[in-house]
């Protein structure tokens, strides 16, 4: 599976789109991008994932690069409830799905 | 739907003792998964499952063991706990690829 670079932390402010980045290089073809967040000691909450295409849902738009060596994970309107951290993951299957070190998202008021 | 229920969701062990995690999904998802997650730093996949029957290590496994012998049910056995293994423990359930993974609220073990 591809390794995923991330940046340790980031802030944003209120009410302002929080673009979270994610270097996945050597990522292969029929590998999945998937994005997870956990906001202080509670369970990681699935946000999306994507392919080859731009994804969005009610949460946020995942928008992968062409080459697919990295992708932008976008909340939209960031509020005080979106700090966390951000997960980026790239499998081939769901098998031993583990976490990396993620990004601290701040949203600052 | 309940999704990914844990008990218990607080424990306090004495070195030596052991005990099980329970983890139940109502999903009907073939995958499933146990995580620790030590004060102040990231998941570490300790077992998973693909389906009844199966289970695999993941990168911490020492010092537990699962089995899965229902779709709905994995529980995460301790033995002879260690003050290592104090930890939030989180349990997660998934359909397959692709699709996310579902985290229960967690359990919270101290070990003294």
């Known amino acids: 599976d591809a390794k995923t670079t991330q940046p340790p932390s980031m802030d944003c402010a209120e009410g302002r789109a929080a673009n979270l980045p994610c270097n996945h290089s050597?990522?292969?073809?029929?590998?999945?991008v998937y994005w997870y967040r956990q906001i202080h000691s509670q369970g990681p909450q699935y946000i999306i994932h994507g392919l080859k295409n731009n994804e969005t849902n009610e949460m946020a738009s995942l928008i992968i690069t062409e080459d697919r060596k990295s992708s932008t994970l976008i909340l939209p309107h960031a509020t005080l409830r979106d700090t966390a951290v951000y997960y980026c993951i790239v499998r081939l299957n769901n098998n031993d799905m583990r976490f990396g070190a993620g990004t601290r998202l701040t949203v600052k008021p | 739907n309940a999704g990914v229920t844990q008990t218990p969701k607080f424990r306090i062990l004495k070195i030596g003792q052991s005990m099980t995690l329970q983890c139940t999904q109502d999903?009907?998802?073939?995958?499933m998964y146990w995580y620790r997650q030590d004060p102040g730093m990231g998941l570490k996949l300790i077992y998973y499952?693909?389906?009844?029957?199966?289970?695999d290590k993941g990168e911490v496994p020492n010092g537990y063991n699962v089995s899965r012998s229902t779709t709905e049910d994995f529980p995460l056995r301790l033995e002879l706990a260690a003050p290592s293994q104090t930890s939030v423990y989180f349990c997660a359930s998934s359909r397959g690829t692709p699709g996310g993974l579902f985290f229960g609220e967690g359990s919270r073990l101290t070990v003294l």
């Open positions: 050597t990522i292969s073809g029929n590998e999945y």
């Open positions: 999903m009907n998802h073939n995958y």
């Open positions: 499952s693909v389906g009844a029957g199966i289970t």
